[in-house]
């Protein structure tokens, strides 16, 4: 599939599910990356390790867009 990126996606994180048995795929500077679910769809679900972290996550994907 390849689908636009929609600019905000909002949810709750009771909504995730996250494969903690043997979903872990790597770790950078800001956290852990695992495979989960949201919406029967298969993500990557980025855990981060603090604030400055969430901080920093967000100016990545802005300027990815």
């Known amino acids: ?14 909504e995730l599910e996250m494969d903690s048995n043997n979903g872990f795929l ?6 852990e990356v695992w ?14 390790i603090d604030e400055e972290a969430a901080i920093n996550s967000q100016k990545e994907i802005e300027i990815l867009r």
């Not at 599939?1 to 009771?14: A, G, L, M």
């Not at 919406?39 to 679900?45: G, L, P, V, W, Y």
Request: glycine share 12%.
């Open 1 to 14: 599939k390849n689908q636009e990126i929609p600019s905000k996606i909002e949810f709750e994180t009771k």
């Open 35 to 48: 495979k989960g679910k949201w919406k029967n769809e298969i993500i990557a679900i980025k855990k981060l």
């Open 26 to 31: 790597g770790k950078g500077s800001f956290g």
